[in-house]
């Protein structure tokens, strides 16, 4: 993963603990292991439909309310 993507994932995550990351969506609390992000990623896109890798605004182009 590079830097790029990581750092999208931390705008929805706030660092708790070395290994810990709270979701600001829902406030669960989830592992991050050594680093890695792959759980945040995975919590993003299936528990809130959000894409990790592309910015939220990319997200929403094309989206009429």
Same mark, same amino acid.
């Given at each position: 993963?590079?830097?790029?993507?990581?750092? +999208?994932?931390? #705008?929805? *995550? /706030?660092?708790?603990?070395?290994a810990e990351a709270e979701c600001? $969506?829902? =406030?669960?609390? +989830? /592992?991050?292991?050594?680093?890695?992000?792959?759980?945040?990623?995975? @919590? +993003? =896109?299936?528990? @809130? %439909?959000? #894409?990790? /890798?592309?910015? $939220?605004?990319? =997200? %929403?182009?094309?989206?009429? *309310?």
């Open positions: 993963m590079n830097k790029s993507s990581a750092s +999208l994932v931390w #705008d929805k *995550f /706030k660092k708790l603990k070395e600001t $969506i829902c =406030q669960k609390v +989830l /592992k991050c292991v050594g680093g890695s992000t792959k759980g945040l990623q995975y @919590h +993003l =896109q299936k528990v @809130h %439909n959000v #894409d990790s /890798k592309r910015p $939220i605004t990319e =997200q %929403n182009e094309g989206t009429y *309310f």
